[in-house]
């Protein structure tokens, strides 16, 4: 691994660090902030973010404003970028040149159809091999909880809900909860998995909690009303599905907030 960036940053610091990662088969980056406590080497709590369309890990880490909060409760936080990336154009890595589809939108899942599922392991990196790369190099301990934006949202659902006992919380973000429901998500899910829905239904939240009975862990999720991408979202079926099979939710409507860094630095307290 090699650290690109790191900035003192509320008693902590905030790095940027890339290698070669065996999922994706290609370079990734992912920031980390360690807390004051994580620099003295005392093990630390992760909290592991995902974030959404177009994003890298630099959105997160220059915006949202977690620093400040992780240092308060004594957290590492781990961003990864959100899909596999090419600079150079000699890796093979598949891309469209629509925003909501290839490099930038992984969708944290592992892609089975051509041309994408030699690199778009998302769900893998994710989920495996960024957690054992964080506890192997950093003072972490073994409790981790996972939340996230958008697509990111998507992903930290899916992710807690597909690793039952991994995860102490899990949170979001106006996050794509239906995807096999909405426009954003049949696309990509299409691309990367086919045209089964069967097969979606692995990587839609609100499927995916009809199966969810080995672990109850409860659901928050943070949705803006002035939201112009709400049609995508539809937290409203996430909560009909919790609701139809008994699994605890909290859904709080926020009123006037809308889909930006500005609504998610608002809630990252919390």
């Known amino acids: 691994m090699q650290r690109i960036e790191q ?3 509320f008693g902590g610091r905030q790095e940027v660090w890339q290698h070669a990662s065996r999922s994706t088969g290609t370079p990734m980056k ?3 902030y360690l ?13 592991y973010w995902l974030s959404g369309l177009t994003c890298t890990e630099q959105n997160f880490i220059t915006k949202a404003g977690a620093q400040q909060h992780a240092a308060q409760h004594g957290l590492i936080v781990v961003a990864p970028d959100t899909s596999p990336r090419d600079p150079k154009g000699d890796l093979g890595v598949a891309d469209d040149d629509a925003y909501d589809l290839g490099q930038g939108a992984g969708f944290y899942v592992n892609a089975t159809q051509e041309p994408w599922a030699a690199h778009y392991r998302m769900q893998d990196y994710v989920a495996d091999e960024l957690p054992a790369l964080v506890e192997q190099h950093f003072p ?3 409790e981790r909880s996972i939340f996230g934006h958008s697509m990111g949202g998507h992903g930290a659902l899916i992710t807690a809900l597909r690793h039952p006992g991994r995860y102490r919380s899990v949170s979001a973000l106006a996050p794509i909860a239906a995807p096999a429901q909405v426009p954003w998500g049949q696309k990509a899910l299409t691309a990367y998995l086919g045209d089964d829905p069967k097969a979606w239904a692995e990587w839609d939240a609100a499927a995916l909690i009809a199966q969810a009975r080995s672990e109850r862990l409860s659901l928050l999720i943070d949705q803006g009303e002035a939201d112009e991408f709400l049609p995508q979202l539809r937290p ?8 139809q099979v008994g699994h605890p939710i909290t ?3 926020q009123p006037g907030y809308d889909h930006s860094y500005y609504f998610i630095a608002s809630f990252m307290g919390e």
């Open 7 to 9: 900035h003192a940053s």
């Open 30 to 32: 992912f920031g980390i």
């Open 35 to 47: 807390p004051e406590a994580a620099l003295r080497g005392q093990k630390c709590p992760v909290l």
């Open 140 to 142: 972490a301990a073994s």
């Open 236 to 243: 409203d079926l996430l909560q009909a599905a919790c609701a």
């Open 251 to 253: 859904l709080r409507m």
